[in-house]
C-alpha cells in the first residue's frame, strides 16, 4: 500500500533553491572539527546547483508516481523566492567542494526511498 500524495508547491514553482547534499555537511563539519583552518569565521556549505521547485517537484514524482498531478497553494508569506550559497570561502578555507549534483542526490535519496518505503511510509505518517 502507498500513501504517496501529490506534491503541494507554495507558489508558482519558479522559487529556485541550492539544496545541500547532507554527505556535503557533515564532511565539511568533520574537516572544520580536525583542522584549525578557521575558528570564527562562517562558512556556507552548499551545492551552488540551484533547481526550481517546480523542476524538483517534477523529478520526483516522475520518479515516484508519475499519475500525480502537482497541486499548487498560494505561496507562504515568508519564503524566499531563491536562494543560492557562495561556497567560494569555503573552497578557499578547507577546500570544500560539492561531492553531488541536486540531480544525483535525488536519485540516491528515491533508492533510498524504494528500498526502505515498507517502514517508512508508516513512521512519516505517524509523525
Not at 556556507?44 to 523529478?59: F, M, Y
Not at 500525480?68 to 578555507?93: G, P, Q
Not at 570544500?96 to 536519485?107: D, H, M
Request: net charge negative.
Amino acid at each position: 500500500m502507498s500513501y504517496l500524495e501529490p506534491p503541494v508547491i507554495y507558489g508558482g514553482g519558479q522559487q529556485t533553491r541550492d539544496f545541500t547534499y547532507v554527505a556535503d555537511v557533515v564532511d565539511a563539519n568533520r574537516t572544520l572539527l580536525e583542522s584549525d583552518a578557521t575558528d570564527d569565521d562562517v562558512l556556507n556549505i552548499g551545492s551552488s546547483d540551484n533547481i526550481s521547485i517546480q523542476k524538483l517537484a517534477e523529478t520526483v514524482r516522475d520518479q515516484l508516481a508519475p499519475e500525480l498531478e502537482i497541486e499548487y497553494e498560494s505561496a507562504r508569506e515568508a519564503d524566499a523566492e531563491h536562494t543560492h550559497a557562495s561556497v567560494e570561502k569555503a573552497d578557499e578555507v578547507i577546500g570544500y567542494e560539492p561531492s553531488q549534483t541536486i540531480a544525483e542526490g535525488v536519485g540516491e535519496f528515491i533508492e533510498w526511498y524504494q528500498a526502505n518505503r515498507e517502514w517508512y511510509e508508516p513512521l512519516v505518517r505517524e509523525s
